[in-house]
């Protein structure tokens, strides 16, 4: 079955979690399987481009120093991997995804039923996602490419996040605090707070669907915020 026909198992639509799974958020290596229900539709369509041209090592420096250093692609936005062989157990992250139309999926074989999903979702902005090596497919269609992220690696956390930003790892693109997002309709906007990059049904601490104003306390120790369909985020305290 190709990627429009999947269902996306990486959020709850219309549920609420309730409580903590965990206090304390796990590390981006940890893994879980299981799903979730959630009807959403992905397409393969996406377009790419490569640059030519050699920079001189002046230049990269220069570059580098702008915070316009190239990114180091460890495989391709379309395509089906095998873990192990084509792509190594680790946490990915593909940025600049728009109007869902990336679709991923993590694989206990290559059969392609939907038994053999272990965590799937459809993107809009950010995806971070956690590979184990007991995984044997990583399916990926219409995203842009993904980079292998140093989960040692620090950042400078924002204030004000996109409400359709996806997901924001915390302590590095996201800071911790109390955020507020106003004005959203109809229930469209969904947000979850993750232990892990997992996208398992346990790595959930937290979500909801809103319609109105959201608030929200993301905990130093939660490992990623994640938002769908709302207005930004304002940090309020």
Known sequence: MGAKGKIALGVVVSVVVIGAVSAN??????????GKDKDSAASAERGSGTKSGTKSGADTKKDAKAGKAEKKVAFQGDGDFEVG???????????GNTDSLCYWERAKDASGEMDSILANDNVSGTSYVTIPAGDKLFKSSGCKDWEAVDTKATGTPAALVKGDGGMHRVGVDIAPGTYRSTGNTDDLCYW???KDASHS???ILANNNVSGTAVVTVAAGDAYFKTTGCKDWKKTG
């Open 25 to 34: 958020a796990g590390d981006d290596g940890d893994s879980g399987s299981g």
């Open 85 to 95: 062989t084509d792509v190594k157990p680790g946490t990915y992250r593909t940025t």
């Open 192 to 194: 979850e707070r993750t």
């Open 201 to 203: 049904l346990e790595s």
